[in-house]
């Protein structure tokens, strides 16, 4: 079966600290590849998206990552956190046969950065 | 304003009274989900429709009825609630028109059941 799994499950830092969140996936085919960042109470938004071309991709609020095939991964990467950005991060894997219908989520990790 | 809408976003019942959490979105998209958010289990696919009268079963489907009749509303029916079902959920719209089939959530629905 399909799965996500990230590294970590509670993430703490203090500010100015650089982050780096693993995700590995288990599907053998083409993926379209997503992290959401969920603030305290609010819903899902969208940091960045792979879908091809350069593995290395930008998303907003300083966050990056790299898609590396051979290794099935997706890291999520940030080189200098602030306090506004502790939430809970989602990796996501879209196999793109099933384009838009699923999207299979990691556990999350949450992110905690102290001032 | 492009938007994924929920209704209710707070519900506390009690178990066997039916509810429906309605869902709608206004970017005129194709495919419409719903996930739950557990803690320490990420979100899990519930069902999934790819255009209207099309509907297909995720990953949890167990205790959950869906119908789409209207391409925009896609809403999350609930027969015979029970405990086990408390949770957050989020419905999501995307579309084949979208190159990266990005899905657009909602402000999630905080169910309690009773």
């Known amino acids: 079966a399909q799965s996500v799994s990230q590294h970590n499950h509670h993430v703490i830092l203090s500010e100015a600290a650089s982050l780096e969140l693993g995700c590995n996936y288990s599907?053998?085919?083409?993926?379209?590849l997503f992290w959401y960042v969920q603030y305290p109470g609010q819903h899902l938004q969208l940091l960045l998206k792979?879908?091809?071309?350069?593995?290395l991709v930008k998303g907003i609020k300083g966050f990056e990552a790299e898609f590396i095939k051979s290794k099935f991964s997706f890291n999520l990467r940030k080189p200098s956190v602030q306090w506004s950005d502790t939430a809970e991060y989602f990796c996501?894997?879209?196999?793109?046969?099933?384009?838009?219908?699923?999207?299979?989520f990691g556990k999350g990790t949450t992110l905690s950065v102290s001032s | 304003e492009a938007q994924v809408t929920q209704n209710p976003r707070y519900l506390i019942t009690v178990t066997g009274k039916k509810l429906t959490v309605t869902c709608s979105q206004n970017?005129?998209?194709?495919?419409m989900s719903w996930y739950r958010q557990d803690p320490g289990l990420g979100l899990r696919q519930i069902y999934y429709?790819?255009?209207?009268?099309?509907?297909d079963k995720g990953d949890v489907p167990e205790g959950y009825k869906v119908s789409r009749k209207e391409k925009r509303n896609f809403p999350l029916i609930l027969e015979s609630p029970s405990p086990n079902q408390t949770s957050l959920y989020f419905c999501?719209?995307?579309?084949?028109?979208?190159?990266?089939?990005?899905?657009?959530f909602g402000p999630g629905t905080r169910l309690t059941v009773t």
């Open positions: 999501a719209s995307s579309s084949p028109r979208l190159a990266t089939y990005e899905q657009y």
């Open positions: 599907y053998g085919g083409t993926v379209n």
């Open positions: 792979y879908f091809s071309g350069d593995p």
């Open positions: 996501a894997v879209n196999p793109a046969n099933q384009a838009g219908t699923a999207l299979i």
């Open positions: 970017m005129n998209h194709e495919y």
């Open positions: 429709s790819m255009n209207v009268e099309v509907t």
